[in-house]
């Protein structure tokens, strides 16, 4: 049974791992612009590069799950 459905478990290990990973960098990210007094305009540049990052990854996925419902991907 575990291997009818391996895919499926493999893809939804690599997309919690992602957002595991995103979440430990933006605590990581606000540590650090906490304790070095960065301005706002320099909070607002890395947490937008971080959003962008995951924003793309999300929209990797979106595609590709409606690439795959229409038969073109494999």
Known sequence: MLSEY???????????????????MGL???DVLKKNNVPLVGR?????VLLLGAAGFLIKGLIQLF???NGIGG
């Open 6 to 24: 391996y895919e499926q478990i493999e893809a939804l290990a690599l997309n919690l791992t992602l957002l595991v990973l995103f979440i430990l």
């Open 28 to 30: 990581a990210i606000h």
């Open 44 to 48: 607002v540049v890395a947490y937008g």
């Open 67 to 69: 690439w795959q419902s």
